[in-house]
């Protein structure tokens, strides 16, 4: 296997397969044990989030006889003895869902709770906060209609035969179950998978409903719950108590209810107890990506939420229910009460057992004004069905009986093999569908799509590990298929025309980094996956404890999350195009490896011309940083031909001094999003020597640098005025929008004033000194900017407060420190007069400013800077 270029140690083992998951705003969770660790990859040994999974009550479902307990359906409730909590699956929602604009993570437990979660509003908090409880909604529902069975009409099959289909099997006892091939690693077993009918599931008891609720706390019961048996002789409850009541647990987000003392739960049977059990216990979820509808084509939803929403899917044995999740209206960093609306839009009856695994995906080809999203689910009895919904049907559907999915393609598993993982992914480039399809016997097929996701045909099956697969990750838009299994072996596959091709994982890493101290006793991989550039692939293994050291390593080091570069992949195995620099400059890598890592670092680049890919640059800096530190040259090569097919739109690639200079001529006609990528690169990696305090002196007057050195290094000049006149373009753009909208406000605040959401810019009076300060500003700025004028106020009604807003030119700003005035001198930052003492200034305190609104870096009342950084970051 390649060797890792970094590596962060867990504090408790992953149990499950995909145990890992990587977010658009570059955070890695890992569901490990009873915890999710939540870091960083660009800081693997800094601070790092906490989502502690705690014991939850039992719901009241009802009471079983005594008799019953021993009935075949309670057995596996019954015996249950599990002795902690454990993460089963997590998934990331899309940016933007958050009340900060960031990601929310679902979480699904073995008791088979779904939690959604986001981070902390404080600074200094490392546990993350429980937004919704999805169980409880479901339970609300199956409480509304007495748990009543679903009766759904099947879907029409379009159905293309392959030579796996064939008849169903009773499904195994795991997906963990390995089939009949060698072990080739002595591994210890991990949790059963899939077809693991109760042994972790819900207990009978839980506190009363509340539909309109917020987030519920859980209490710490010891153990779990074995259903209460009604004695027939007595007519009382056998157990710890005769009381038929159920006492409510203790909630932090709402008041919980308390079912009345002189009720009694319900007398079910043995098989009413276990289907009940079996809807509120889930296995799996996983995020659509979010479908944004035209408010033209689709009208508001009558509770005022957005048209922008994303799907989360939760698999159970009862199918899998829809939950609609809206985007926030509006973005905040205060703690205050979640926006979000959720609502469950539909149940679908997705396979005869439990459904193991879920992948979504947008279809490639479908209209933007109408999405389409295909759902595929795996299940243990090893069927696989592949399902679409219509994006305006999913805004619209409220009727849970008529889940707004249909079946396009159904793929059985002759030998009834568990699925264990998916992956659904569209590719652009190969104007194709791609679905992988992980099995509980180490080996995986291959299925491929039309453009319309109505018609897949086999790629064939491959026999790629010895034990059940247990991560899958597409890269390079399909070109690469990454695998690996609880055999602890990681694989890499290249897709050519409709078959794959086993090809080594590169072995050649830049900036390879030491961990000596990092035990190598890994005995299984329990998942994998692909960074947003697609440059580097992020693995979870568990350590073999008998081999550590059990003073130290043991106690801490249950697992390990490793990086692996794979920028050097070769996407085309027959390409021999030849490098444009001398190879002898880069020892340790030869010629084809270098080829390969600049034609795939250019192709990350190109990635982020899409406006709806988050602009996440971590591994192409990171790898770009490690090259420059050996080789600056091929970095310069690689940037300079960046540069020139995407500001000069040259193809032919001219010497460094010649393109720098070029594209600061014509910045002007750049798209913000080129823009904000080019001023990362620089900060990064051409000027990451350099501290910011730095950085922003030269901006202002390239004075920050002596001359000696400015002599010698006339290239980092150069870098330092296209720095500047991209940050220049980009501040006049935003101005040039603020003032924009704030004359808009004014001349139509009747009509904005009840637009839920609607954005108000702050900041404007700073904005109108910087106008007036610089030099280099375009004049239709200077022509705007006396319009704005200060201190006048534009009211804003909050629809859901009733209450008046208002928006106020404050030209002047005082220190927080010392409350002395603060002149405006700078975008970047601000010092204050300081306190007057015998006629003479002293402590005068530096502030920063908020790159944004050019203001101190200060909530003050109500406004919050950060609400603004997503309109900077909306590309023009």
């Known amino acids: 296997m390649a060797s890792r270029f970094q590596a962060a140690t867990l504090v408790a083992s992953p149990s499950y397969p995909n145990s890992v998951a990587w977010s658009d705003e570059n955070l890695i969770a890992v569901a490990s044990g009873h915890l999710v660790t939540i870091l960083n990859p660009a800081l693997p040994f800094g601070p790092r989030g906490l989502i502690t999974v705690p014991k939850s009550e039992p719901y009241p479902i009802g009471v079983v006889k005594e008799e019953d307990l021993l009935s075949g359906t309670l057995l596996p409730t019954t015996l249950s003895r599990e002795p902690r909590v454990c993460v089963r699956s997590i998934s990331w929602s899309n940016l933007g869902m958050a009340p900060n604009a960031g990601c929310l993570l679902a979480v699904c437990t073995t008791e088979g709770r779904v939690k959604l979660y986001c981070p902390p509003f404080c600074d200094f908090s490392a546990e993350w906060i429980e937004v919704w409880d999805i169980t409880d909604r479901l339970y609300d529902y199956l409480e509304s209609i007495s748990f009543e069975e679903q009766d759904i009409p099947p879907s029409e099959i379009s159905h293309v035969p392959g030579p796996d289909h064939g008849s169903l099997d009773g499904p195994p006892d795991s997906v963990l179950e390995k089939g009949h091939k060698r072990k080739r690693v002595n591994t210890s077993g991990i949790r059963n998978f899939g077809s693991e009918t109760s042994c972790d599931q819900l207990s009978c008891y839980k506190k009363g409903k509340d539909v309109n609720a917020g987030p519920s706390g859980s209490s710490n019961a010891e153990g779990p719950c074995p259903p209460k048996a009604l004695n027939s002789k007595s007519g009382g409850l056998i157990g710890k108590s005769s009381c038929q009541t159920v006492p409510a647990i203790k909630s932090r987000g709402r008041y919980a209810k308390r079912i009345p003392e002189n009720?009694?739960?319900?007398?079910?049977?043995?098989?009413?107890?276990?289907?009940?059990?079996?809807?509120?216990?889930?296995?799996?979820?996983?995020?659509?990506?979010?479908?944004?509808?035209?408010?033209?084509?689709c009208p508001v939803p009558e509770n005022n939420s957005s048209n922008q929403f994303s799907l989360l899917?939760?698999?159970?044995?009862?199918?899998?229910?829809?939950?609609?999740?809206?985007?926030?209206?509006?973005?905040?960093?205060?703690?205050?009460?979640?926006?979000?609306?959720?609502?469950?839009?539909?149940?679908?009856?997705?396979?005869?057992?439990?459904?193991?695994?879920?992948?979504?995906?947008?279809?490639?080809?479908?209209?933007?004004?109408?999405?389409q999203v295909l759902l595929a689910s795996g299940s243990s009895d090893g069927s696989v069905r592949i399902w679409i919904g219509h994006g305006q049907e999913l805004l619209k559907s409220s009727e849970v009986n008529n889940a707004p999915f249909y079946l396009l393609e159904e793929i059985i598993n002759m030998n009834a093999v568990p699925v264990s993982v998916l992956s659904l992914m569209p590719s652009l480039s190969l104007q194709k569908m791609l679905l992988a399809v992980g099995k509980g016997s180490g080996a995986f097929e291959l299925w491929i799509g039309d453009t319309s996701g109505k018609k897949f045909k086999t790629g064939g099956s491959y026999d790629a590990h010895d034990q059940v697969v247990t991560g899958l990750a597409w890269a390079f838009d399909g070109y690469f298929l990454y695998s690996c299994s609880q055999d602890n072996f990681a694989r890499c596959w290249n897709l050519h025309g409709d078959s794959l091709t086993e090809v080594p994982i590169p072995s050649?890493?830049?900036?390879?980094?030491?961990?000596?101290?990092?035990?190598?006793?890994?005995?299984?991989?329990?998942?994998?996956?692909?960074?947003?550039?697609?440059?580097?692939?992020?693995?979870?293994?568990?350590?073999?404890?008998?081999?550590?050291?059990?003073?130290?390593?043991?106690?801490?080091?249950?697992?390990?999350?490793?990086?692996?570069?794979?920028?050097?992949?070769q996407k085309d195995i027959l390409s021999n195009t030849s490098p444009g620099f001398d190879i002898e400059a880069f020892p340790g890598f030869s010629e084809k490896d270098l080829v390969n890592w600049e034609s795939n670092i250019l192709w990350s680049l190109k990635l982020y011309e899409n406006l709806?890919?988050?602009?996440?640059?971590?591994?192409?800096?990171?790898?770009?940083?490690?090259?420059?530190?050996?080789?600056?040259?091929?970095?310069?090569?690689?940037?300079?031909?960046?540069?020139?097919?995407?500001?000069?739109?040259?193809?032919?690639?001219?010497?460094?001094?010649?393109?720098?200079?070029?594209v600061c001529k014509c910045i002007n006609k750049a798209?913000?999003?080129?823009?904000?990528?080019?001023?990362?690169?620089?900060?990064?990696?051409?000027?990451?020597?350099?501290?910011?305090?730095?950085?922003?002196?030269?901006?202002?007057?390239?004075?920050?640098?002596?001359?000696?050195?400015?002599?010698?290094?006339?290239?980092?000049?150069?870098?330092?005025e296209l720095l500047s006149s991209s940050e220049r373009e980009l501040r006049e753009r935003l101005v040039s929008?603020?003032?924009?909208?704030?004359?808009?406000?004014?001349?139509?605040?009747?009509?904005?004033?009840?637009?839920?959401?609607?954005?108000?810019?702050?900041?404007?009076?700073?904005?109108?000194?910087?106008?007036?300060?610089?030099?280099?500003?375009?004049?239709?700025?200077?022509?705007?900017?006396?319009?704005?004028?200060?201190?006048?106020?534009?009211?804003?009604?909050?629809?859901?407060?009733?209450?008046?807003?208002?928006?106020?030119?404050?030209?002047?700003?005082?220190?927080?420190?010392?409350?002395?005035?603060?002149?405006f001198d700078s975008p970047e930052s601000a010092i204050c007069k300081g306190t007057q003492s015998n006629g003479v200034y002293e402590q005068r305190h530096k502030l920063p400013r908020c790159a944004v609104s050019m203001q101190m870096d200060i909530i003050y009342g109500n406004v919050s800077n950060l609400r603004n950084m997503t309109i900077i970051y909306s590309p023009s």
């Open 263 to 297: 009720s009694s739960l319900p007398l079910i049977t043995a098989d009413q107890y276990a289907s009940r059990n079996a809807m509120l216990s889930s296995l799996i979820v996983a995020w659509s990506p979010l479908l944004k509808l035209s408010s033209e084509t």
């Open 313 to 371: 899917a939760v698999g159970a044995k009862s199918g899998i229910s829809c939950w609609r999740i809206h985007a926030p209206q509006c973005y905040t960093i205060e703690q205050s009460k979640v926006s979000n609306a959720v609502e469950l839009i539909g149940i679908l009856q997705a396979h005869n057992s439990w459904v193991t695994t879920i992948s979504l995906a947008l279809l490639s080809s479908s209209d933007s004004s109408n999405p």
């Open 508 to 569: 050649s890493s830049p900036g390879l980094r030491s961990f000596s101290d990092l035990p190598d006793v890994f005995i299984s991989c329990l998942g994998l996956v692909v960074s947003p550039s697609n440059l580097a692939v992020a693995m979870v293994r568990s350590f073999d404890v008998n081999q550590l050291d059990h003073m130290y390593e043991a106690r801490l080091q249950k697992a390990a999350l490793e990086f692996f570069w794979i920028g050097g992949q």
């Open 612 to 662: 709806d890919k988050p602009l996440v640059l971590w591994d192409i800096t990171a790898a770009l940083l490690s090259f420059k530190r050996s080789a600056p040259h091929y970095v310069d090569h690689i940037l300079v031909k960046w540069l020139s097919f995407s500001f000069a739109d040259s193809q032919v690639e001219h010497a460094i001094e010649k393109v720098l200079p070029h």
């Open 671 to 720: 798209s913000s999003r080129q823009l904000h990528t080019l001023n990362i690169i620089c900060r990064r990696v051409i000027l990451s020597e350099l501290k910011a305090d730095e950085i922003n002196s030269n901006l202002l007057d390239l004075g920050g640098l002596d001359e000696a050195d400015c002599a010698e290094n006339s290239q980092l000049n150069l870098w330092i």
């Open 737 to 823: 929008f603020s003032f924009s909208a704030y004359k808009s406000l004014g001349s139509n605040s009747a009509t904005y004033s009840s637009k839920p959401g609607y954005w108000h810019p702050v900041g404007l009076a700073q904005m109108k000194q910087w106008v007036a300060q610089s030099r280099h500003v375009r004049e239709q700025l200077r022509v705007l900017a006396p319009e704005i004028k200060t201190c006048k106020r534009i009211n804003n009604i909050d629809v859901a407060k009733k209450r008046i807003n208002s928006i106020e030119l404050n030209e002047e700003e005082k220190c927080s420190h010392c409350s002395a005035p603060v002149p």
